[in-house]
């Protein structure tokens, strides 16, 4: 073992004549032991032997590299990313980002703030935790962050790179967007009234009969509707029929996917492996195959129809209608008619079950409802959408129930353009942006301090009208629909169809909790949930349903058999 310096130490004293303190020999005074070239000073590598030995031009350009590295790193934007939980090796931040009681907990938004950042498998991944982040980057930058993120198998693979809700934005998407606006736009789903009041009572009556499957019958009434507003499909009466148990099929596989069970998402080089080597590509190619066939068949039928029945109001018969105009190829228009299914299936049904939660969990709120039906629509008829204005509270629960208890809590992830900054945050070229909507339902700058809580009231005005909700929340009173250019185009639908299903619901029935067997009241836990994919449903909970008065069954009676006509 050596002590002090190496033997040839003439270089080094150049170098430190033209930088001096940058290595200056006399502070090695003290110099500790010398090991392998090494000088080392208390404990702390400084300087190796292989450059000391480096010629000075050479030591120059490695110094100017240094000193390049410092200030680029210094510089680097990368340095103001929003804050960030602490990570793993390899997969980072993934079980953050799949959490979802954790990410909607009020212990993520206080230890992280307004944006946070998740680093996915090397995935930068920015989450907005409040309404003003969200609004601001999302809603009045959409021109920067209305793309999606890349999902090579539920878009590229399953929907053959043209499913609306999952495309990046571009000249396809924007005329598929045009198109489904234009059919679905507050005016124009006036259209599926009848569709819609059918299906009401169809549900009461099957709420009635059978309370127990409640959450098969919200299934059931939201897969029909669907189906006979984009095909014109007869009624279903069980839910269990072959299309649709086919598209639900198909659904589920591809609602697994969407999350990131697969790791082509992360590592899209495993694209290129060939199919006998991968499972999932074998998979996911007999998904789109099968996903292809359905919803050619479903189209071409109503194609069909058109020209033997003529035309009835349906998506689908709009979009043949309007091809010249909206420039969309037949596969194009099979597949933008396909994903209305996906699309509003099981977010009607999950609010549905939410909204039933809240009537038993706060029976004064259903109490206020019946009061005010009772006032406006009396008890010899069923509500009807010509009731609607005159309904506020009804809409409150409604509007209530999508800001408490978000079906789908992050939204859908969309994706900056180009490098953007909020407050001073970072937010990288690429980077998926996802809202975190339960926290933006839930902003107690927005909300109040009793943000958290159930109370429709706070969408009615001191006589009791409907208020506009907070300008963030496109006065809708809360953000369940998202954000910006990629907002849920069925929204008016979505609301016009819990609208008079609740309506009617209420009309006719008492909601009740279940009881234990000493007759105890058991009411539900309303922060329970089991997750399906991305989405949210509430635990299953017992539930009591009854007639409000005697009156009830025969008036249903009357309107179903008036359908039947
Ligand atoms: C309560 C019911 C519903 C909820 C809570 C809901 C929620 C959402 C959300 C959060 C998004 C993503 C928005 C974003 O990226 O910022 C979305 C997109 C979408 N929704 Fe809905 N939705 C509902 C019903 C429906 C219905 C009934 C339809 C159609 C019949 C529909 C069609 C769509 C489509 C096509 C998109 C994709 C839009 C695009 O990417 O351009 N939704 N929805």
């Not at 150049?14 to 006399?26: E, H, L, Q």
């Not at 924007?174 to 009572?201: D, F, S």
């Not at 909204?355 to 009396?378: C, I, K, N, S, Y």
């Not at 953000?479 to 609740?502: D, K, M, P, Q, Y």
Request: glycine share 6%; net charge positive.
């Amino acid at each position: 073992m050596t002590y002090g310096f190496p033997p040839d130490t003439s270089a080094l004293r150049k170098f430190t004549d033209w930088f001096p303190g940058v290595y200056n020999a006399s502070s090695y005074a003290p110099a500790v032991p010398l090991d392998g070239g090494t000088a080392v000073r208390e404990g702390v590598a400084v300087y190796s032997l292989p450059l000391v030995t480096l010629s000075l031009p050479l030591q120059g350009i490695l110094f100017c590299l240094l000193v390049a590295f410092i200030v680029s790193y210094a510089m680097s934007s990368w340095r103001w990313l929003p804050p960030q939980p602490r990570r793993l090796p390899i997969i980072g931040n993934l079980f953050q980002l799949t959490d979802k009681r954790w990410l909607c907990s009020r212990d993520c938004k206080e230890r992280f703030g307004e944006v946070m950042y998740l680093d996915v498998l090397g995935k930068p991944t920015i989450i907005f935790n409040s309404l003003k982040s969200a609004s601001e980057v999302l809603e009045h930058r959409a021109s920067n962050s209305s793309g999606r993120p890349r999902l090579i198998v539920t878009n590229e693979i399953l929907l053959g790179g043209i499913g609306i809700a999952l495309m990046d934005h571009g000249e396809l998407w924007r005329r598929m967007r045009r198109a489904a606006h234009e059919a679905l736009t507050k005016a124009a789903v006036q259209r599926y009234y009848p569709i819609q009041t059918k299906e009401a009572t169809i549900l009461v009556s099957a709420l009635l009969a059978n309370p127990e499957n409640r959450e098969q019958h919200f299934q059931r009434t939201a897969a029909s509707a669907i189906m006979s507003i984009t095909y014109d499909y007869p009624t279903l009466t069980s839910g269990k029929e072959k299309a649709v148990q086919d598209i639900d099929r198909i659904l589920n596989w591809a609602s697994r996917a969407t999350v990131g069970t697969s790791l082509v998402e992360f590592f899209p080089w495993m694209i290129h492996i060939p199919q006998r080597f991968a499972k999932w590509k074998r998979e996911a190619l007999k998904q789109a195959a099968k996903r292809s066939e359905i919803y050619l068949r479903l189209f071409n039928r109503v194609k069909i129809d058109l020209v033997s029945v003529g035309v009835r109001p349906s998506f689908s018969a709009s979009l043949i209608e309007h091809q010249d105009r909206h420039r969309l190829s037949e596969r194009e228009m099979a597949y933008l008619a396909g994903q209305l299914y996906g699309a509003g299936f099981e977010t009607t049904s999950t609010s549905l079950m939410w909204w039933t939660l809240a009537m038993v969990a706060f029976p004064e709120v259903q109490r206020r409802a019946h009061a005010e039906l009772d006032a406006v629509v009396g008890r010899a008829r069923l509500p009807t959408y010509a009731d609607a204005p005159r309904l506020p509270y009804v809409w409150a629960i409604i509007r209530e129930v999508l800001r408490w208890r978000p079906t789908l809590r992050l939204g859908l992830a969309h994706r900056a353009a180009e490098d953007d900054w909020y407050d001073g945050m970072f937010i990288p070229k690429g980077a998926t942006c996802m809202a975190n909507i339960w926290h933006c339902n839930h902003d107690r700058a927005v909300f109040g301090d009793d943000a958290d809580e159930f109370k429709p009231e706070r969408h009615l005005g001191d006589h009791g009208e409907l208020l506009p909700g907070p300008k963030e929340t496109n006065q809708e009173g809360h953000v369940s629909f998202g954000f910006g250019r990629r907002a849920c185009v069925g929204r008016h639908l979505a609301n016009e169809s819990l609208f008079i299903r609740t309506a009617r619901i209420l009309w006719a029935a008492t909601l009740k909790c279940g009881r234990d067997e000493n007759g105890k009241e058991q009411p539900p836990d309303t922060n329970a949930f089991v997750e399906i994919g991305v989405f949210t449903r509430p635990q299953p909970f017992d539930c009591i349903i009854t007639p409000r008065f005697p009156g009830v069954q025969s008036i249903l009676v009357e309107e179903r058999e008036s359908f039947e006509d």
